[in-house]
């Protein structure tokens, strides 16, 4: 049978995890590649990193950071943030990337996720939209880390992008996000049911019934979070061995 | 132990390149393993892995276009008897035609057709993409010492539909039973991709370095 998938994700500005695991064991709190190593030991079914660096000249350290972790872990790995083109993508999945995750770049050019989907394979393609409900039942598609509004309806874009051949869809509530009150449940029962590909829920989770109900409640296919995990509050153990109480298929 | 890993221009060569080092070690064998991405050398390798990301028309095409680089493959697989491992798309162009993206044929080195997966209902996504756990159906020398029902990482729509049940070494399930992995003589294969399933895709690998 197969299982739902539980995603840390770590944040990676300049080469160094922003927000990082707040372990004992660890020598060197921001180094990504340690503290992926740690996730992949640990029982993490797949790996995300979301890379925040602001200048353009600091993005190839990130490139590297993906060399180093490739070396180590071997479980699938996504990496996102600042995703514009072709050649970005073609760089991180060469560097051992295993899926790249395009948010501002897909929302504004449908065709790159076509482009890209028909050249590297639809497995590796993740499109992430970041939503915030506008009015009862409706929800729009936020670009630039949630900064700029758009008109996309974020449901209506989802399958947009199955159409075009994304691979999954990395769905953020902006409203959740950072909240621990959970995942945006209506939101992700409404995409995950008009889709035929996976969707990755993420934004809100502060306890481990939040990560049953994304995948109960909510219908997605893989659960993913940050904070919960790096600041020790649970461990990736924990959280499968709680869903697999609660019934939810999990790899132990 | 020399090791080629073909280039094809399909996917992520790294961690498959990787995982077989870390493998080697694990089994005190250094090997060398070395991405080609010619025909020429391949006689002088001692093993092949053939890895395959995205549609299987596309990756046949992709391969025929190395020039000279399917001869020197049957030369190496059917001729010399050396073992070849193909993952995901690659182990699934052994077969003899693949309906994707309009269909193209294989190599026909295995018998059987590959197909999407009957979906039956909207509760199964596609692609089958995770991590899921293998039914062994035959003894084998690539999924030696590899328990049953364990998990591996999946990424894939279409599934090889094996003609002679006796070169199905593995199945799994998602919405119907599919073949997981194929062995015939020399030939070795698996739909899942051992570079990205933790240690049970190590000990895969360290199989086929050892084999």
């Given amino acids: 049978m197969l299982k739902k998938r539980i995603i840390p994700c770590l944040d990676v500005k300049d080469g160094r995890v922003v927000k990082g695991i707040n372990f004992i064991d660890l020598i060197d709190a921001g180094d990504p590649v340690e503290q992926a190593l740690i996730y992949n030991n640990s029982g993490a079914d797949e790996i995300c990193f979301l890379d925040i660096t602001a200048s353009s000249e600091k993005r190839d350290i990130l490139l590297d950071t993906v060399k180093k972790t490739a070396e180590c872990c071997f479980v699938p790995l996504t990496v996102g943030g600042g995703v514009r083109s072709i050649q970005d993508i073609r760089k991180l999945l060469l560097a051992g990337a295993d899926k790249v995750s395009i948010n501002t770049a897909a929302i504004k050019n449908l065709d790159l996720i076509s482009e890209s989907s028909s050249i590297f394979g639809s497995q590796c393609i993740v499109v992430a939209i970041d939503a915030k409900k506008i009015s009862d039942n409706s929800w729009k598609i936020f670009t630039h880390g949630g900064r700029n509004p758009t008109d996309f309806d974020a449901v209506e874009f989802s399958q947009l992008a199955e159409q075009n051949g994304a691979g999954e869809i990395l769905l953020t509530s902006m409203d959740r996000d950072g909240t621990k009150k959970g995942y945006d449940i209506e939101l992700t029962k409404k995409m995950s049911s008009c889709l035929n590909i996976p969707v990755i829920a993420s934004g809100g989770v502060g306890n481990l019934k939040h990560l049953k109900d994304g995948i109960v409640k909510g219908g997605a296919s893989a659960v993913l979070a940050a904070s919960i995990f790096h600041f020790g509050e649970y461990s990736i153990k924990q959280a499968k061995e709680y869903l697999k109480n609660e019934n939810v298929p999990v790899r132990l | ?211």
């Fill in chain 2, 1 to 211: 132990m020399k090791i080629a890993i073909i280039d094809y221009g399909s996917g992520n060569l790294k961690s498959v390149t990787k995982a077989i080092e870390y493998a080697s070690k694990n089994v005190l064998q250094k090997s060398d393993v070395k991405i080609l991405n010619s025909a020429k050398e391949i006689d002088t390798f001692d093993k092949v892995v053939l890895p395959g990301q995205g549609s299987y028309k596309q990756c046949y095409k992709s391969l025929i276009s190395v020039d000279g680089i399917l001869d020197e493959l049957i030369n190496f697989v059917i001729e010399k008897e050396k073992p070849i491992l193909g993952i995901c798309v690659g182990m699934q162009l052994f077969s003899t035609f693949g309906d994707e993206d309009g269909g193209s044929k294989g190599f026909n080195w295995i018998e059987g057709n590959v197909r999407k997966i009957n979906i039956k209902n909207n509760d199964f996504k596609l692609p089958h993409m995770g991590w899921n756990n293998i039914n062994i159906c035959k003894k084998s020398k690539l999924l030696f010492g590899v328990e049953n029902n364990s998990h591996f990482y999946f990424v894939h729509s279409f599934a090889f539909d094996v003609s002679n049940k006796q070169f199905i070494s593995a199945t799994t399930n998602y919405s119907i039973e599919f073949v997981a992995s194929v062995e015939k003589n020399n030939i070795y294969g698996t739909q899942f991709h051992p570079e990205k399933s933790q240690i049970n895709g190590i000990k895969i690998l360290e199989n086929f370095v050892k084999i």
